[in-house]
T-cell receptor, first 114, second 116 residues
Framework: AQSVTQLGSHVSVSEGALVLLRCNYSSSVPPYLFWYVQYPNQGLQLLLKYTSAATLVKGINGFEAEFKKSETSFHLTKPSAHMSDAAEYFCAVRRSSGNTPLVFGKGTRLSVIA | DGGITQSPKYLFRKEGQNVTLSCEQNLNHDAMYWYRQDPGQGLRLIYYSQIVNDFQKGDIAEGYSVSREKKESFPLTVTSAQKNPTAFYLC???????????????FGPGTRLTVL
């Protein structure tokens, strides 16, 4: 069964520093991977998704992620953190081929220190 | 404005009562989903539906029920059989039913249910 593991339930960075949020997947088929962001008491918003067209995926708000099959990873990065990036981030993988539901990681809460 | 609406935003329930959470979308999406979110546990799938009048159980369906009588509506009932219903409930939808691996799931703003 497909699954994702997010390393680190809480990450804290200084404003202007590199953001790195880790996601490793387990999948018996080519994975379709997603990163979502959630601000307090709100729904989830898509940051980016891996569609197999390119291994480096650019998303909204300056975030990007690189798909590495050899490492079964899809880590999320941003070169310079802003205070507004403070939120919870979820990595997800589609359960199986087709428009099936997603399996979510447990999330990583990002804090940005001024 | 197109989107997904969930109501109410906050809901309080006494033990032993059934409650129904509303989810409506005007995106003309075929598939709809219900997830439950608890702190530190991510999102867990309750039910999903890929077409009107059809739905499937997710990972934690016990104590919940759904209906899909209209394409745009997918209400979730939390029954008294659900032993620990206090949580944040999120509804989502996506555009196609089958064979589209990269379709995005769009989320509503959520309903926070508290059992008193």
């Amino acid at each position: 069964a497909q699954s994702v593991t997010q390393l680190g339930s809480h990450v804290s960075v200084s404003e202007g520093a590199l953001v790195l949020l880790r996601c490793n997947y387990s999948s018996s088929v080519p994975p379709y991977l997603f990163w979502y962001v959630q601000y307090p008491n709100q729904g989830l918003q898509l940051l980016l998704k891996y569609t197999s067209a390119a291994t480096l995926v650019k998303g909204i708000n300056g975030f990007e992620a690189e798909f590495k099959k050899s490492e079964t990873s899809f880590h999320l990065t941003k070169p310079s953190a802003h205070m507004s990036d403070a939120a919870e981030y979820f990595c997800a993988v589609r359960r199986s081929s087709g428009n099936t539901p997603l399996v979510f990681g447990k999330g990583t809460r990002l804090s940005v220190i001024a | 404005d197109g989107g997904i609406t969930q109501s109410p935003k906050y809901l309080f329930r006494k033990e032993g009562q059934n409650v129904t959470l509303s989810c409506e979308q005007n995106l003309n999406h075929d598939a709809m989903y219900w997830y439950r979110q608890d702190p530190g546990q991510g999102l867990r799938l309750i039910y999903y539906s890929q077409i009107v009048n059809d739905f499937q159980k997710g990972d934690i369906a016990e104590g919940y029920s759904v209906s899909r009588e209209k394409k745009e509506s997918f209400p979730l009932t939390v029954t008294s059989a659900q032993k620990n219903p206090t949580a944040f409930y999120l509804c989502a939808s996506s555009i196609r039913r089958t064979s589209y691996n990269t379709d995005t799931q769009y989320f509503g703003p959520g309903t926070r249910l508290t059992v008193l």
